[in-house]
Structure formats: structure tokens, C-alpha cells
């Protein structure tokens, strides 16, 4: 009786992890992809000071938020978000067209992230 009472309480604490992931992933995955989108338009409409200003919150946003994905994701996801976010602010700086590419790639690896921390088929196998 002892062994299925803790297992009981292994599944809700696991069951609650799962959850408390998933949540803070969607709050995380929102935060940010309204951050690149704020980039992407302020650098199509040319407002290059505002492009900056924004990147340089998506970075800081990113540096604070990584290490809680870090504890549930795959580090080479993680890795790879962290290089591309990185490029933002000199891209920006320089006014480079391949600021654009990276955002892109930002948003796409925001979205492997979110995918793998939500509950489906894919990410339980």
C-alpha cells in the first residue's frame, strides 16, 4: 500500500511539472514572439533606432527565460535560439537585410521549443 500511495504522489508531482511547463513555455513563446514581431515590423518600416531598442529587449527577455527551458527542452534547440537571437542586435545595428532571416529563424525555433514542451504524440515519443 505504501509503494502505490508514493506512486500516487510521484504522478501528481511529475503530472504538475508537466503542466507548470507547459504553461510557462505558452507565457514564454507569447512574450517572444511579440518581441520579433515588434523587430521585424519596426525594421520593414525602416525605424532602425526602434529595431535596436526592441532586439536588445528580445535578447534580454531570451537570457532571462533560458534557463527555465533549459531544465525541460532539448539544449540544441536551445543553443541554436541563443546564437540567432544573439545576431539581432548587430544585424540591427548595421541595418542589415539578413535581420530579417534571422528573425525568421528565431520564430521557427520558438516554435520547435514550443512544440516539443507541449503535451502531443511527437513529444511523448
Not at 504522489?9 to 513563446?29: R, T
Not at 515590423?41 to 532586439?55: G, L, M, P, S
Not at 533549459?70 to 537585410?97: C, T, W, Y
Request: with cysteine; charged share 25%; net charge negative.
Amino acid at each position: 500500500m505504501k509503494r502505490l500511495i508514493a506512486a500516487g504522489l510521484l504522478l501528481i508531482v511529475v503530472g504538475a511539472l508537466c503542466f507548470a511547463d507547459m504553461k510557462l513555455s505558452n507565457h514564454i513563446y507569447n512574450t517572444i514572439s511579440e518581441d520579433i514581431k515588434k523587430c521585424s515590423d519596426a525594421f520593414e518600416q525602416k525605424d532602425y533606432d526602434t529595431t535596436v531598442k526592441y532586439a536588445k529587449k528580445l535578447e534580454e527577455n531570451w537570457v532571462e527565460h533560458e534557463d527555465i527551458f533549459s531544465v525541460f527542452i532539448n539544449h540544441r534547440l536551445i543553443d541554436e535560439m541563443g546564437e540567432a537571437v544573439a545576431k539581432l542586435v548587430p544585424l540591427a545595428q548595421n541595418k542589415d537585410v539578413l535581420f530579417l532571416t534571422e528573425c525568421r529563424i528565431v520564430q521557427i525555433t520558438l516554435k520547435h521549443i514550443k512544440d516539443d514542451s507541449s503535451i502531443s504524440w511527437h513529444s511523448v515519443f
